[in-house]
């Protein structure tokens, strides 16, 4: 089971952006699917989005899409996030997380590795 190592979070003002990194222990399989979530208290995990190791398909949330980029660098098995015109309703934990698919899921149970996570926070 690969083990994920989620960096780059932090207080940022409304407007800026941020770049989330997912180290992985070891190289994902081509198969794999990489994925954000993310949660604040009280609610339950959402999808932000998610991408195919081998490349090819991404999939976002509507409340990210034209904000937020997912890319992954094989070599240095990494997923990034790049969050941009970040709003304070962005401010949450956010999690890196992998799935043993193909298809891309935007449901937390069908991921079976999860990151500790890594606090986002957007002020007004």
């Known amino acids: 089971q690969e083990q994920l190592v989620e960096s780059g979070g932090g207080l940022v003002q409304a407007g800026g952006s941020l770049t989330l990194s997912c180290a992985a222990s070891g190289r994902p399989g081509a198969s794999y699917v990489l994925g954000w979530f993310r949660q604040t208290p009280g609610k339950e995990r959402e999808f932000v989005a998610a991408?195919?190791?081998?490349?090819?398909?991404?999939s976002y949330a509507d409340s990210v899409k034209g904000r937020f980029s997912i890319s992954r660098v094989n070599a240095k098995n990494t997923v990034y996030l790049l969050m941009n015109s970040l709003k304070p309703e962005d401010t949450a934990v956010y999690y890196c997380?992998?799935?043993?698919?193909?298809?891309?899921?935007?449901?937390?149970?069908?991921?079976?590795?999860w990151g500790q996570g890594t606090q986002v926070t957007v002020s007004s």
């Open positions: 997380a992998a799935r043993r698919s193909p298809t891309i899921s935007d449901l937390p149970s069908d991921y079976y590795s």
């Open positions: 991408i195919r190791w081998s490349g090819g398909p991404t």
